[in-house]
């Protein structure tokens, strides 16, 4: 939805009003409206939703299934807006907090939830194809009923202050739920039809991952897939921040705080990775030490995967001579395809080339160490019928994995006196 098509607040107000108190009159009373404002009001909705919202009769006003799922939506909607408005505004005998939540407008709101999802006004003006001046005026004058700087000039440009990253984020989730709700009531009545916008980490590569979205498309063809890569804590961000609806990887090894909330789907053992044909692989037995004359592909320093290989030559004087640090699969797979680099990885990860017969797993065991690979999403998110199909999917797919074992792990002999980790 766009700063045209995005529906009343007014009109989503008392429609919630109706919900609430099952009676058009005593809502549109309770809105200082009259119930023909209140009538039109209801109708613009429904033409705007493709639906019957409520029936009406002599008993009072009934909600339509269509109405319901609306209902449901428009009460988290009202919820990210309080509480984007839940700290103290004022200074005492002015306007209340309630009269301002009154006089934000649907312009405010796009314009708002267009800078939590857009790096700067530019972007966000043309995202919601208006000219900057236009998106300026708005933000100034939703800063001016907030009585609060939404705002800020500085060395590298206006940017968000703390207040207005705040508020621009619980826009952006509120516009989330009517979007959600448009969604949920298209679908009664036609083919899904709806964008899932999906986070991986880098190295991130899955196998299982493509099963799955192959497997919702063979369903559901008309729903659009959006999936990118980012390094981990930017995913947490945009998650955060309303821009993607699900992040698949390897769950944090961390607290990752009470805003998310993470699902397992199966567990990935971590294994030693090289080339078919590395000199390693024609060895009997392989050590510590035979890794350390081969050159690495690392992960960046403070990662659980590093922690691993950092772990591995801890109580060995001789280490790796010379090490790549790098967070790109292309990379890693580049280098170890063409030359004799040695990396840790998880089996998931080369699954797909490792039947290809292009990288092979080495014998040498690591103490059960795996990464749980799974689901993160937002605290108190509720997914839409698209995404509720696209989690069935993947739970279905996790649920028939055999245990994810590397062949060469399992028949793995240690030489004595050099044991594994």
Known sequence: MNLSTFPNLRHLRVFEAVGRLQRLGLAAAEQNMTQPAATQAICKLEEQFGATLLTRSQNGSTLTEEGKMLAARLARF???????????????????VEQIRNRITSGHLCALAALAERAGIDKAAQALAISKPSFQR????????????????????????????????HMKLATLEIEGAAEQIQSMSGPIQACIKIGIPQLGNSVFLGTVLSELMKKHGEIQLLVTERPKDVLLQELHFGTLDIIYGTLSETDIGNDFVEESLFRDPYCLVVRTGHPLTGAARISVGDLAKYKWIVPRVGSFRRGIY?????????????????????????LLQTSDYVTLMKHEEIMLHERLGTLITLPLPLRNLHGTVGITTRAGWHATQAQSHLLEIMREQAARMPPAT??????????????SI
């Open 78 to 96: 009202f919820d990210q807006i309080n509480a984007a408005l839940s700290e103290p505004l004022l200074p005492a005998n002015r306007i209340s």
């Open 138 to 169: 708005i933000v100034r004058e939703a800063a001016r009923i907030l009585h609060r700087p939404i705002c800020q000039r500085t060395a590298h440009g206006i940017v968000l202050t703390r207040f207005g990253t705040e508020l621009s984020r």
């Open 310 to 334: 950092e772990s591995l030559f801890a109580r060995h004087a001789r280490k790796p001579k010379t090490a790549i640090e790098t967070t790109s699969l292309n990379i890693h797979l580049s």
């Open 406 to 419: 590397p062949h060469a792990a399992r028949r793995a002999r240690m030489p004595r006196g050099d044991a």
